[in-house]
């Protein structure tokens, strides 16, 4: 009797315990992989409905996309280079500069984290995703940015020169050579006076 009486506690809170378990928690986690680096996240990537979803604000910074949560309708708005989506927790139906998508796993709270489809999200801003399903790992590539080149130069010596390894062709002569890579020149052959000072202006230096 004794028994019965202390099984029935232990049973109550096993149930109780259940209705407290986060969505996380019973999910299967997996690992994400950005341009070979492994990312780690404040609330770990799950799969739901077969598909990856992971936390916006995590995911957003990562592809430098500007985002704004909306809380009174707990949407999710995301801005970069012209594209725009929008997600909102628990409805099926997103936004992709203004055309609607439905999804497959609509966006969803857990542990106070909005987790958002890894896929739908990266692509709309450009990203190659791949899922290895045996690794349980989605890899993902971002878009490649332009960058601002800058390239030194100087007259250099009989067997050594940056104006032809630039230009393609011995000094004075010029060509495209590699200017096309280019985005902007910063001399680096000038010229000093007998004190040490240098000069702006001279016959023998580049400006």
């Known amino acids: 009797m004794i028994k019965r009486w202390l099984s029935l506690p232990l049973l109550t809170l096993v149930a109780i315990g259940w209705l407290f378990i986060s969505p996380a928690q019973g999910a299967d986690t997996v690992q994400v992989e950005l341009n070979y680096l492994t990312v780690e996240f404040d609330t770990p990537a799950v799969i739901h409905n077969d598909r990856v979803m992971v936390p916006f604000r995590g995911l957003a910074e990562l592809l430098n996309v500007t985002v704004d949560w909306l809380a009174d309708s707990r949407t999710v708005v995301a801005n970069s280079s012209g594209s725009q989506v929008r997600l909102q927790v628990g409805n099926p139906t997103a936004y992709q500069n203004n055309?609607?998508?439905?999804?497959?796993?609509?966006?969803?709270?857990?542990?106070?984290?909005?987790?958002?489809?890894?896929?739908?999200?990266?692509?709309?801003?450009?990203?190659?995703?791949?899922?290895?399903?045996?690794?349980?790992?989605?890899?993902?590539?971002?878009?490649?940015?332009?960058?601002?080149?800058?390239?030194?130069?100087?007259?250099?010596?009989?067997?050594?020169?940056?104006?032809?390894?630039?230009?393609?062709?011995?000094?004075?002569?010029?060509?495209?050579?590699?200017?096309?890579?280019?985005?902007?020149?910063?001399?680096?052959?000038?010229?000093?006076?007998?004190?040490?000072?240098?000069?702006?202006?001279?016959?023998?230096?580049?400006?």
């Open 99 to 207: 055309g609607a998508v439905l999804l497959d796993a609509p966006p969803l709270l857990v542990n106070g984290r909005v987790l958002v489809p890894l896929r739908f999200f990266s692509e709309a801003f450009g990203c190659e995703v791949t899922w290895k399903a045996d690794e349980r790992q989605v890899v993902l590539f971002s878009p490649p940015e332009s960058m601002r080149v800058l390239a030194y130069y100087a007259l250099g010596n009989k067997t050594t020169s940056s104006w032809e390894d630039l230009f393609g062709k011995p000094y004075p002569d010029h060509g495209i050579g590699h200017t096309d890579i280019v985005s902007c020149l910063a001399l680096g052959w000038f010229s000093l006076d007998e004190k040490g000072n240098l000069l702006t202006e001279s016959r023998t230096g580049w400006q």
